[in-house]
């Protein structure tokens, strides 16, 4: 028998660690804190076969989705997949957000998992996006020379922290660039908050391109202790009238100089894959695609 219940605080970390026992990439119990302090309100759930936990769920609300789309994700342990756990869990996922008035959910799947997508196929979702997961083995470089173009320094914000309102200013031209799920852009304090300040965040892993006092371009890094060897490339942004000059590149290197001196091992980015002008970027400094993700968007089950 299948039954689905919802998660409190106090039962996290156990939801975590089951979650993290069959998740390629998993996050700590600090990560999902900080999903939810973002997000405007979240919910976790477990469905048990048989009395046997096997599944997990989390649908948020309110973070980086389109007006009226709900994120959800669930994974089911492989060994007791087709026994309809992950059927309960998206019926419950989708109940909760139906209740807050959302008509669609959104969430990822692994590319290498075709049997996923067939299952996300039959309940109506399509896919809406396509996130290459690229990846730069650093004990095979060396740390880059950052070399800016002429009249670029590159700094961290942790030696610029009056820079933040010149970050926001790239953003508003650089997100709205990038393809994908049609996200809005959020006013300044909450961009501060969700987008700078989270859990993984770090000034000195963040750098900015400055003309003069202009801010035309930043990069940051995503860290985690999950995987304290790896460092994710969370976002690459510069104004519209200095892209294709250069920036971004010193940028990149920046970032990888950064890590490599601070013993890391690993780098990831997503790529989606019709932004053709960063997987260059990433192309040429060496970074090779893995199977990444496939984001799919559908109707909330009755």
């Given at each position: 028998?299948?039954?689905?219940?919802?998660?409190?605080?106090?039962?996290?970390?156990?939801?975590?660690?089951?979650?993290?026992?069959?998740?390629?990439?998993?996050?700590?119990?600090?990560?999902?804190?900080?999903?939810?302090?973002?997000?405007?309100?979240?919910?976790?759930?477990?469905?048990?076969?048989?009395?046997?936990?096997?599944?997990?769920?989390?649908?948020?609300?309110?973070?980086?989705?389109?007006?009226?789309?709900?994120?959800?994700?669930?994974?089911?342990?492989?060994?007791?997949?087709?026994?309809?756990?992950?059927?309960?869990?998206?019926?419950?996922?989708?109940?909760?957000?139906?209740?807050?008035?959302?008509?669609?959910?959104?969430?990822?799947?692994?590319?290498?998992?075709?049997?996923?997508?067939?299952?996300?196929?039959?309940?109506?979702?399509?896919?809406?996006?396509?996130?290459?997961?690229?990846?730069?083995?650093?004990?095979h470089v060396e740390a880059p020379s950052v070399d800016p173009p002429e009249g670029i320094e590159i700094v961290s914000w942790a030696e610029r922290p009056e820079l933040a309102r010149g970050m926001y200013e790239v953003a508003r031209e650089a997100y709205p660039d990038v393809p994908g799920e049609g996200e809005q852009m959020a006013a300044f304090e909450d961009w501060l908050s969700v987008d700078m300040q989270g859990s993984g965040d770090r000034p000195e892993a963040t750098f900015i391109a400055l003309d003069g006092d202009e801010v035309v371009g930043y990069a940051k890094f995503s860290l985690g202790d999950a995987r304290p060897n790896v460092a994710f490339h969370d976002m690459t942004g510069v104004k519209r009238g200095w892209r294709g000059r250069g920036v971004a590149g010193a940028l990149k290197r920046a970032e990888i100089a950064w890590a490599k001196n601070n013993g890391y091992a690993r780098l990831e980015t997503f790529n989606e894959e019709r932004n053709e002008p960063i997987r260059r970027l990433n192309e040429r400094h060496g970074y090779r695609p893995t199977p990444g993700q496939i984001i799919m968007r559908g109707p909330i089950p009755a």
């Open positions: 028998m299948v039954s689905v219940r919802p998660i409190e605080m106090d039962g996290l970390p156990g939801w975590v660690e089951l979650r993290a026992r069959f998740d390629p990439r998993p996050a700590t119990l600090e990560n999902y804190l900080d999903w939810a302090r973002q997000a405007a309100e979240t919910a976790w759930f477990t469905a048990s076969l048989d009395g046997e936990d096997a599944a997990t769920g989390i649908v948020l609300v309110g973070w980086h989705e389109p007006p009226g789309v709900a994120r959800a994700e669930l994974r089911v342990v492989p060994e007791r997949r087709g026994h309809g756990l992950g059927s309960a869990l998206l019926a419950t996922l989708g109940g909760w957000a139906r209740k807050r008035d959302y008509a669609e959910l959104l969430g990822p799947i692994a590319e290498d998992d075709p049997e996923s997508l067939a299952w996300a196929e039959r309940r109506g979702f399509r896919e809406v996006g396509r996130n290459s997961l690229l990846v730069l083995d650093l004990d």
